[in-house]
């Protein structure tokens, strides 16, 4: 037995979360049996039919479902910069949030009493409180023009991203915020056939732009690489067009 009180040879917390999301990959990957478009900055993973991308995905959030990659401690740094900016919250949508923490947290961190849904592809969504099973490629004409913001880090398991960003960009009130997190692990080289687009902070940011050019703007990004060691990430803002 080690001094921490591990048997030896016993795998840490650390390394025993990286092997499920290892395996859950190399199993995605064999189920998957597509082929990566890469190009610069940007790569994207193609699947051979819509069945197959679902069946995939359905299949990872099982894998991973008692993991969770984003922090509490984040939820609140950005409920305090939406509080500060947008002011008390109405609506709000967090896209591919696997067992709904996410919501939970801006429900709790916002100030007011905000209604804010999550969506997972998923047939495990409605074992969750405030989780809708749902492609989140797919406008929802329930929320139109309706949320005050909508977030997701898992924005990198779209096989058509800009589908995606129009969907959640529809959703929006005028003056809502579109929040996306980027890290290390949705860079170009991270992209597999679970997690099938990966592309560089900069080009992100540039496809952004580019898309929402007539119709939103980008905030300052919110920058936490430094000041959260727990979740070290940026966070992109688009704001909708008033």
């Keep these: 037995m080690s001094k921490d009180g591990k048997t030896k040879g016993e795998p840490s917390a650390k390394n025993a979360e990286e092997s ?32 197959t991308y679902r069946a995939v995905q359905t299949a990872g959030n099982k894998a991973k479902l008692k993991r969770q990659f984003v922090k ?3 939820v609140v740094t950005l409920s305090q910069a939406i509080d500060a900016a947008i002011g008390p919250v109405s609506f709000g949508l967090c896209h591919g949030t696997r067992r709904g ?7 709790a961190h916002l ?4 209604h804010v849904l999550g969506t997972e592809i998923s ?72 997690d099938p687009f990966g592309v560089t902070y900069e080009r992100l940011v540039a496809m952004l732009e580019d898309q929402f050019r007539d119709t939103a703007r980008l905030l300052p990004v919110i920058d936490t690489r430094k000041t959260n060691p727990d979740y070290k990430v940026r966070t992109v803002i688009l704001q909708k067009n008033a």
């Design 20 to 51: 499920v999301f290892k395996r859950a990959a190399r199993e995605a990957q064999q189920l998957a049996g597509g082929t990566a478009h890469v190009e610069d900055g940007l790569t994207l993973y193609a699947y051979p039919d819509y069945d």
């Design 72 to 74: 509490e401690s984040h």
């Design 101 to 107: 923490l996410e919501q939970a947290w801006f429900t």
């Design 111 to 114: 100030t007011g009493a905000p």
């Design 123 to 194: 047939d495990t969504a409605t074992d969750f409180p405030n989780t809708v099973q749902w492609d989140f490629h797919d406008s929802n004409p329930d929320w139109l023009g309706r949320a005050d913001f909508v977030y997701s880090n898992s924005w990198d398991h779209a096989f058509d991203p800009g589908r995606a960003f129009a969907a959640w960009v529809e959703s929006l009130r005028p003056g809502g915020w579109l929040l996306l997190d980027h890290n290390r692990n949705q860079a170009p080289e991270s992209a597999n056939a679970l």
